[in-house]
Nanobody, 117 residues
Framework: QVQLVESGGGLVQPGGSLRLSCAAS????????MAWYRQAPGKQRDLVAT???????NYADSVKGRFTISSDNAKNTVYLQMGSLKPEDTAVYYC???????????WGRGTQVTVSS
């Protein structure tokens, strides 16, 4: 069973940067896609970025050019480098793992990102 633990959230000023980490353990051989989602208060959980085991990446239009998803296979960790942060990026950020059938096999508990002056 895959376990995911996010870290790296916090308070940052508009225009600032932050790097989130998602460490995976247990059953990682079954992971084909890792994804970052975010959920702002009162809103639905939205996809932010994905990365496949082959390194293909996709981003939501709202974060293209500002966020970068990457992975370190040796550490079983996926990162989300966030730059030029805006107040509207404020949300709880979650990572999930998907198998090759694009079924979600695990969610992390989330990490809070607050962009405010």
């Amino acid at each position: 069973q895959v376990q995911l633990v996010e870290s790296g959230g916090g308070l940052v000023q508009p225009g600032g940067s932050l790097r989130l980490s998602c460490a995976a353990s247990g059953g990682i051989f079954s992971i084909y896609v890792m994804a970052w989602y975010r959920q702002a208060p009162g809103k639905q959980r939205d996809l932010v970025a994905t990365i496949t085991s082959g390194g293909s990446r996709n981003y939501a239009d709202s974060v293209k050019g500002r966020f970068t998803i990457s992975s370190d296979n040796a550490k079983n960790t996926v990162y989300l480098q966030m730059g030029s942060l805006k107040p509207e990026d404020t949300a709880v950020y979650y990572c999930n793992a998907q198998n090759e059938r694009n079924s979600i096999i695990s969610w992390g508990r989330g990490t809070q990102v607050t962009v405010s002056s």
